[in-house]
Protein backbone atom coordinates (compact mmCIF):
# COMPACT_ATOMS: atom_id res chain seq x y z
CA UNK A 1 0.00 0.00 0.00
CA UNK A 2 2.85 2.38 1.10
CA UNK A 3 4.28 2.29 -2.41
CA UNK A 4 1.55 2.45 -4.55
CA UNK A 5 0.59 5.75 -2.39
CA UNK A 6 3.87 6.58 -3.25
CA UNK A 7 3.38 6.06 -6.96
CA UNK A 8 -0.06 7.79 -7.10
CA UNK A 9 1.90 10.91 -5.62
CA UNK A 10 4.89 11.28 -7.99
CA UNK A 11 2.29 10.89 -10.86
CA UNK A 12 0.84 13.51 -9.52
CA UNK A 13 3.52 15.94 -8.55
CA UNK A 14 5.88 14.77 -11.47
CA UNK A 15 8.23 17.02 -10.43
CA UNK A 16 9.11 15.25 -6.80
CA UNK A 17 10.11 12.35 -8.83
CA UNK A 18 12.12 14.45 -11.51
CA UNK A 19 14.11 15.81 -7.93
CA UNK A 20 15.07 12.48 -7.01
CA UNK A 21 15.81 11.51 -10.59
CA UNK A 22 19.98 12.03 -10.29
CA UNK A 23 21.16 9.46 -7.32
CA UNK A 24 23.69 7.11 -7.55
CA UNK A 25 25.21 9.73 -9.94
CA UNK A 26 28.35 8.21 -11.14
CA UNK A 27 31.86 9.25 -10.03
CA UNK A 28 33.88 10.74 -12.25
CA UNK A 29 36.71 8.01 -13.64
CA UNK A 30 40.45 8.98 -14.60
CA UNK A 31 41.37 5.72 -17.10
CA UNK A 32 44.58 4.32 -16.43
CA UNK A 33 45.10 3.99 -20.38
CA UNK A 34 44.08 7.04 -23.12
CA UNK A 35 43.10 5.99 -26.41
CA UNK A 36 44.09 9.49 -28.01
CA UNK A 37 46.70 11.97 -27.90
CA UNK A 38 46.77 15.88 -28.89
CA UNK A 39 48.83 18.54 -30.46
CA UNK A 40 48.79 22.33 -30.46
CA UNK A 41 47.32 23.54 -33.68
CA UNK A 42 48.01 27.47 -32.44
CA UNK A 43 49.61 28.54 -29.49
CA UNK A 44 49.39 32.02 -28.00
CA UNK A 45 46.01 33.09 -27.00
CA UNK A 46 45.18 33.56 -23.39
CA UNK A 47 41.93 33.10 -23.27
CA UNK A 48 40.54 31.67 -26.65
CA UNK A 49 36.60 31.83 -25.47
CA UNK A 50 35.59 30.58 -28.88
CA UNK A 51 35.97 29.18 -32.16
CA UNK A 52 34.49 28.79 -35.70
CA UNK A 53 36.06 26.58 -38.09
CA UNK A 54 35.27 27.79 -42.19
CA UNK A 55 37.28 24.52 -43.31
CA UNK A 56 39.67 21.59 -41.87
CA UNK A 57 42.08 23.96 -41.31
CA UNK A 58 41.03 27.21 -41.39
CA UNK A 59 38.99 29.45 -38.24
CA UNK A 60 38.31 32.10 -35.95
CA UNK A 61 38.90 32.33 -32.63
CA UNK A 62 38.16 34.62 -30.05
CA UNK A 63 40.37 36.20 -27.26
CA UNK A 64 38.60 37.57 -24.85
CA UNK A 65 40.94 40.92 -24.43
CA UNK A 66 39.09 42.28 -27.93
CA UNK A 67 41.10 40.02 -30.87
CA UNK A 68 39.38 37.65 -33.24
CA UNK A 69 41.89 35.88 -35.09
CA UNK A 70 41.97 34.21 -38.16
CA UNK A 71 43.83 30.66 -38.19
CA UNK A 72 45.17 29.18 -41.04
CA UNK A 73 48.04 26.19 -41.18
CA UNK A 74 48.69 27.06 -37.43
CA UNK A 75 49.19 30.64 -38.37
CA UNK A 76 47.27 33.23 -36.96
CA UNK A 77 46.01 36.73 -38.31
CA UNK A 78 44.22 39.87 -36.21
CA UNK A 79 40.83 40.30 -38.31
CA UNK A 80 40.29 44.34 -38.49
CA UNK A 81 36.73 45.74 -38.32
CA UNK A 82 35.57 44.09 -34.61
CA UNK A 83 33.77 46.60 -33.01
CA UNK A 84 35.48 48.18 -29.78
CA UNK A 85 35.20 45.35 -26.69
CA UNK A 86 33.64 46.19 -23.58
CA UNK A 87 36.56 44.13 -20.98
CA UNK A 88 35.15 43.82 -17.31
CA UNK A 89 35.31 40.71 -15.43
CA UNK A 90 34.10 37.83 -17.28
CA UNK A 91 33.24 39.66 -20.07
CA UNK A 92 34.93 40.90 -22.99
CA UNK A 93 34.75 39.34 -26.56
CA UNK A 94 33.26 35.82 -26.38
CA UNK A 95 31.37 33.34 -28.92
CA UNK A 96 31.84 33.16 -32.69
CA UNK A 97 29.91 31.31 -35.31
CA UNK A 98 29.27 30.80 -38.78
CA UNK A 99 26.24 31.51 -40.44
CA UNK A 100 24.36 28.29 -41.49
CA UNK A 101 24.94 29.99 -45.33
CA UNK A 102 28.51 31.04 -45.08
CA UNK A 103 30.19 29.42 -48.27
CA UNK A 104 27.63 31.44 -50.26
CA UNK A 105 27.35 34.84 -47.78
CA UNK A 106 30.57 35.09 -45.63
CA UNK A 107 28.57 35.98 -42.57
CA UNK A 108 29.32 35.84 -39.39
CA UNK A 109 28.29 36.09 -35.98
CA UNK A 110 29.54 37.26 -32.34
CA UNK A 111 28.84 38.11 -29.17
CA UNK A 112 30.65 40.72 -26.86
CA UNK A 113 30.55 42.97 -23.95
CA UNK A 114 29.89 46.66 -25.09
CA UNK A 115 29.13 50.01 -23.94
CA UNK A 116 27.13 52.23 -26.61
CA UNK A 117 24.74 53.81 -24.34
CA UNK A 118 25.84 57.03 -22.46
CA UNK A 119 25.25 55.04 -18.87
CA UNK A 120 27.70 53.39 -17.17
CA UNK A 121 29.07 49.52 -17.56
CA UNK A 122 28.00 47.35 -20.75
CA UNK A 123 26.32 44.41 -21.33
CA UNK A 124 25.99 41.59 -23.90
CA UNK A 125 25.69 42.06 -27.27
CA UNK A 126 25.07 39.72 -30.23
CA UNK A 127 26.50 41.05 -33.94
CA UNK A 128 26.90 40.00 -37.60
CA UNK A 129 29.38 41.04 -40.06
CA UNK A 130 30.86 39.80 -43.58
CA UNK A 131 34.42 38.09 -43.68
CA UNK A 132 36.17 39.59 -46.65
CA UNK A 133 39.24 38.21 -48.41
CA UNK A 134 41.32 40.24 -46.75
CA UNK A 135 40.10 39.10 -43.57
CA UNK A 136 38.35 42.13 -42.35
CA UNK A 137 34.96 42.62 -41.49
CA UNK A 138 32.72 44.77 -43.30
CA UNK A 139 28.96 45.27 -43.13
CA UNK A 140 29.06 45.23 -39.06
CA UNK A 141 25.74 45.01 -37.83
CA UNK A 142 24.12 45.28 -34.04
CA UNK A 143 21.31 42.16 -33.84
CA UNK A 144 20.83 42.59 -30.02
CA UNK A 145 22.09 44.08 -27.30
CA UNK A 146 20.99 43.59 -23.27
CA UNK A 147 20.26 46.35 -21.70
CA UNK A 148 20.30 48.35 -19.44
CA UNK A 149 24.17 48.93 -18.98
CA UNK A 150 25.69 47.53 -15.84
CA UNK A 151 29.05 47.53 -14.26
CA UNK A 152 28.94 43.82 -12.36
CA UNK A 153 31.41 42.11 -13.59
CA UNK A 154 30.35 38.75 -14.23
CA UNK A 155 27.68 36.34 -16.09
CA UNK A 156 27.80 37.88 -19.28
CA UNK A 157 26.94 34.41 -21.20
CA UNK A 158 27.66 33.67 -24.21
CA UNK A 159 27.36 30.92 -26.64
CA UNK A 160 25.99 30.86 -30.38
CA UNK A 161 24.50 28.24 -31.86
CA UNK A 162 21.70 27.79 -35.13
CA UNK A 163 18.66 25.47 -35.42
CA UNK A 164 17.72 23.56 -39.22
CA UNK A 165 14.92 26.70 -39.58
CA UNK A 166 17.60 29.23 -39.94
CA UNK A 167 17.39 30.73 -35.98
CA UNK A 168 20.16 32.10 -34.34
CA UNK A 169 20.05 31.35 -30.69
CA UNK A 170 22.92 33.12 -28.05
CA UNK A 171 22.67 33.30 -24.41
CA UNK A 172 23.21 35.61 -21.33
CA UNK A 173 23.68 35.56 -18.15
CA UNK A 174 22.11 36.72 -15.26
CA UNK A 175 24.65 39.32 -15.16
CA UNK A 176 24.82 38.88 -11.37
CA UNK A 177 21.04 40.62 -10.72
CA UNK A 178 19.91 37.07 -9.85
CA UNK A 179 16.88 38.43 -7.62
CA UNK A 180 16.07 40.46 -10.84
CA UNK A 181 16.56 39.32 -14.01
CA UNK A 182 16.83 35.72 -14.70
CA UNK A 183 12.40 35.55 -13.90
CA UNK A 184 11.48 38.54 -15.66
CA UNK A 185 10.80 38.03 -19.21
CA UNK A 186 10.56 41.68 -19.37
CA UNK A 187 14.53 42.32 -18.54
CA UNK A 188 17.43 41.26 -20.19
CA UNK A 189 19.99 38.92 -18.64
CA UNK A 190 19.03 34.77 -17.55
CA UNK A 191 18.07 33.98 -20.91
CA UNK A 192 18.51 31.86 -24.24
CA UNK A 193 17.21 33.99 -27.12
CA UNK A 194 16.47 33.49 -30.01
CA UNK A 195 16.25 35.50 -33.69
CA UNK A 196 15.82 35.15 -37.54
CA UNK A 197 19.54 35.14 -39.21
CA UNK A 198 19.03 38.91 -40.05
CA UNK A 199 18.11 39.92 -36.46
CA UNK A 200 14.49 40.19 -36.36
CA UNK A 201 12.25 38.39 -34.01
CA UNK A 202 10.66 35.08 -35.08
CA UNK A 203 6.99 35.60 -35.03
CA UNK A 204 6.68 31.90 -33.23
CA UNK A 205 8.94 33.21 -30.48
CA UNK A 206 7.30 31.84 -26.99
CA UNK A 207 6.81 35.93 -25.77
CA UNK A 208 6.01 37.73 -28.81
CA UNK A 209 2.82 39.72 -28.30
CA UNK A 210 3.04 39.05 -24.53
CA UNK A 211 2.76 42.65 -22.82
CA UNK A 212 6.31 44.41 -21.70
CA UNK A 213 7.92 41.40 -22.80
CA UNK A 214 11.33 40.84 -24.65
CA UNK A 215 10.18 38.79 -27.75
CA UNK A 216 13.56 37.81 -28.10
CA UNK A 217 13.69 35.35 -25.34
CA UNK A 218 13.35 31.73 -26.15
CA UNK A 219 13.68 30.35 -22.43
CA UNK A 220 14.14 32.06 -18.90
CA UNK A 221 15.02 31.12 -15.51
CA UNK A 222 19.14 30.42 -16.65
CA UNK A 223 21.82 31.56 -14.15
CA UNK A 224 25.01 31.81 -16.39
CA UNK A 225 25.18 29.47 -19.68
CA UNK A 226 28.69 29.11 -21.13
CA UNK A 227 27.92 25.88 -22.94
CA UNK A 228 25.28 25.37 -25.89
CA UNK A 229 25.38 22.98 -29.04
CA UNK A 230 23.43 21.25 -30.96
CA UNK A 231 22.25 17.28 -30.35
CA UNK A 232 23.41 15.75 -33.99
CA UNK A 233 21.00 13.19 -34.21
CA UNK A 234 17.46 15.07 -32.55
CA UNK A 235 18.63 18.79 -33.16
CA UNK A 236 17.71 19.59 -29.90
CA UNK A 237 19.35 23.01 -28.54
CA UNK A 238 21.69 21.90 -25.20
CA UNK A 239 22.94 23.84 -22.69
CA UNK A 240 25.13 24.07 -19.74
CA UNK A 241 25.77 26.68 -17.21
CA UNK A 242 27.75 28.02 -14.07
CA UNK A 243 25.96 27.07 -10.84
CA UNK A 244 26.57 28.90 -7.76
CA UNK A 245 28.71 26.38 -5.34
CA UNK A 246 27.46 23.25 -6.78
CA UNK A 247 24.80 22.83 -8.98
CA UNK A 248 26.22 23.41 -12.28
CA UNK A 249 23.63 22.33 -14.93
CA UNK A 250 22.68 20.48 -18.16
CA UNK A 251 19.28 21.47 -20.03
CA UNK A 252 17.40 20.59 -22.57
CA UNK A 253 15.85 24.21 -23.74
CA UNK A 254 12.09 24.21 -24.72
CA UNK A 255 10.30 27.32 -25.92
CA UNK A 256 8.77 29.19 -23.52
CA UNK A 257 9.95 26.98 -20.60
CA UNK A 258 11.46 28.36 -17.33
CA UNK A 259 14.52 26.55 -15.80
CA UNK A 260 14.17 27.55 -12.15
CA UNK A 261 17.27 29.85 -11.26
CA UNK A 262 17.45 31.23 -8.17
CA UNK A 263 14.27 29.90 -7.46
CA UNK A 264 14.80 26.29 -7.39
CA UNK A 265 18.86 24.85 -7.90
CA UNK A 266 20.63 22.03 -6.40
CA UNK A 267 23.85 24.49 -5.19
CA UNK A 268 24.27 27.00 -2.13
CA UNK A 269 26.38 30.75 -2.02
CA UNK A 270 29.74 30.30 -2.30
CA UNK A 271 29.80 31.71 1.07
CA UNK A 272 27.93 28.32 2.16
CA UNK A 273 24.46 29.44 3.35
CA UNK A 274 21.36 28.77 1.56
CA UNK A 275 20.15 29.71 -1.81
CA UNK A 276 17.08 28.50 -1.69
CA UNK A 277 15.64 25.03 0.12
CA UNK A 278 13.51 23.87 -2.73
CA UNK A 279 15.25 22.15 -5.85
CA UNK A 280 11.71 21.47 -7.49
CA UNK A 281 8.73 23.37 -7.82
CA UNK A 282 5.58 22.90 -10.24
CA UNK A 283 6.20 24.64 -13.54
CA UNK A 284 9.96 25.14 -13.17
CA UNK A 285 12.16 22.78 -15.39
CA UNK A 286 14.71 20.00 -13.98
CA UNK A 287 18.07 19.48 -15.52
CA UNK A 288 18.99 16.74 -17.47
CA UNK A 289 22.04 16.60 -15.48
CA UNK A 290 23.37 18.60 -12.60
CA UNK A 291 27.20 18.62 -10.83
CA UNK A 292 27.72 18.12 -7.22
CA UNK A 293 30.41 19.78 -6.76
CA UNK A 294 30.78 22.09 -9.29
CA UNK A 295 33.33 21.78 -12.38
CA UNK A 296 32.74 25.63 -13.65
CA UNK A 297 32.05 24.40 -16.60
CA UNK A 298 32.52 26.11 -20.51
CA UNK A 299 32.18 25.00 -24.04
CA UNK A 300 29.99 22.06 -24.89
CA UNK A 301 30.29 19.35 -28.03
CA UNK A 302 28.80 16.02 -28.76
CA UNK A 303 31.84 13.34 -30.43
CA UNK A 304 32.23 12.31 -34.05
CA UNK A 305 32.55 9.02 -35.42
CA UNK A 306 36.07 9.80 -35.53
CA UNK A 307 36.38 8.75 -31.65
CA UNK A 308 34.19 5.43 -32.15
CA UNK A 309 33.67 4.56 -27.79
CA UNK A 310 32.96 8.37 -28.31
CA UNK A 311 29.98 9.20 -31.17
CA UNK A 312 27.46 10.94 -29.62
CA UNK A 313 29.47 11.49 -26.02
CA UNK A 314 28.50 14.92 -24.57
CA UNK A 315 32.08 16.87 -24.16
CA UNK A 316 32.08 19.38 -21.48
CA UNK A 317 35.06 21.40 -19.99
CA UNK A 318 36.08 22.18 -16.85
CA UNK A 319 37.45 25.60 -15.88
CA UNK A 320 37.70 24.56 -12.10
CA UNK A 321 39.43 20.86 -12.36
CA UNK A 322 41.90 21.54 -16.04
CA UNK A 323 40.01 18.75 -17.71
CA UNK A 324 37.65 18.20 -20.34
CA UNK A 325 34.76 15.86 -19.17
CA UNK A 326 33.35 12.84 -21.41
CA UNK A 327 29.59 12.62 -20.40
CA UNK A 328 28.22 8.96 -21.58
CA UNK A 329 24.30 9.46 -21.42
CA UNK A 330 21.63 6.47 -22.24
CA UNK A 331 17.99 7.38 -22.41
CA UNK A 332 18.91 10.97 -21.72
CA UNK A 333 20.68 10.15 -18.53
CA UNK A 334 24.49 10.21 -17.56
CA UNK A 335 25.68 7.24 -16.59
CA UNK A 336 29.39 7.30 -17.39
CA UNK A 337 32.23 10.02 -16.17
CA UNK A 338 35.52 10.35 -17.92
CA UNK A 339 38.48 13.40 -17.71
CA UNK A 340 40.09 13.38 -20.93
CA UNK A 341 43.27 15.31 -20.97
CA UNK A 342 42.99 15.84 -17.10
CA UNK A 343 45.58 18.33 -15.92
CA UNK A 344 45.59 19.84 -19.51
CA UNK A 345 44.73 23.63 -17.97
CA UNK A 346 41.73 25.38 -17.98
CA UNK A 347 39.43 24.55 -20.57
CA UNK A 348 37.33 27.41 -21.93
CA UNK A 349 35.89 25.82 -25.06
CA UNK A 350 35.76 22.42 -27.15
CA UNK A 351 33.73 22.08 -30.35
CA UNK A 352 33.76 19.32 -33.78
CA UNK A 353 35.51 20.58 -36.14
CA UNK A 354 34.48 20.05 -40.23
CA UNK A 355 36.77 16.82 -39.78
CA UNK A 356 35.24 15.58 -36.77
CA UNK A 357 38.07 16.04 -34.41
CA UNK A 358 37.43 17.24 -31.09
CA UNK A 359 39.32 20.78 -30.97
CA UNK A 360 40.02 22.36 -26.90
CA UNK A 361 40.02 26.30 -26.08
CA UNK A 362 42.83 26.44 -23.10
CA UNK A 363 43.49 28.99 -21.77
CA UNK A 364 47.07 30.19 -22.00
CA UNK A 365 48.13 27.50 -23.93
CA UNK A 366 45.75 28.16 -27.21
CA UNK A 367 43.88 25.79 -29.36
CA UNK A 368 44.52 21.59 -29.05
CA UNK A 369 43.29 18.99 -31.40
CA UNK A 370 42.60 15.56 -29.65
CA UNK A 371 43.75 12.45 -32.11
CA UNK A 372 42.58 9.09 -31.64
CA UNK A 373 45.62 6.37 -31.51
CA UNK A 374 45.78 4.32 -34.06
Known sequence: MKKLFLLINLSVFPFFAACAQQENTPPIQTPS????????????????????????????????????????DGEKKAVAGLPTTYVRGQGGLLDVAL???????????????VHIEGDKG??????SALLNDA???DSVKLLYKAVPNTKTAQHWGSRIVFDQEN????????????????????????????????????????????????????????????GMTVHPETGDIWTHEHGPRGGDEINIIQAGRNYGWPKITYGINYSGTTITDDKALPGLEQPLYYWVPSIAPSGMAFGSKV??????????????????????????????????????GRVRNVITGPDGFLYLGVEGKGIIKIIPKT
Not at 36 to 65: H, Q, R
Not at 169 to 183: A, H, K, L
Open 33 to 72: ETTYTYETVVDAIDIPWGMAFIDANTFLVTEKSGVLYYVK
Open 99 to 113: DPNYKQNKRIFFTMG
Open 307 to 344: YPEWHNNLFVGSLKFEYLERLVLKNQKVVLREKVLDGI
Open 135 to 137: QQL
Open 167 to 226: HVYFTIGDRGNREVNPQDISRDGGKVYRLNLDGSIPKDNPFVGKEKAKEAIFSYGHRNPQ
Open 122 to 127: GNTALY
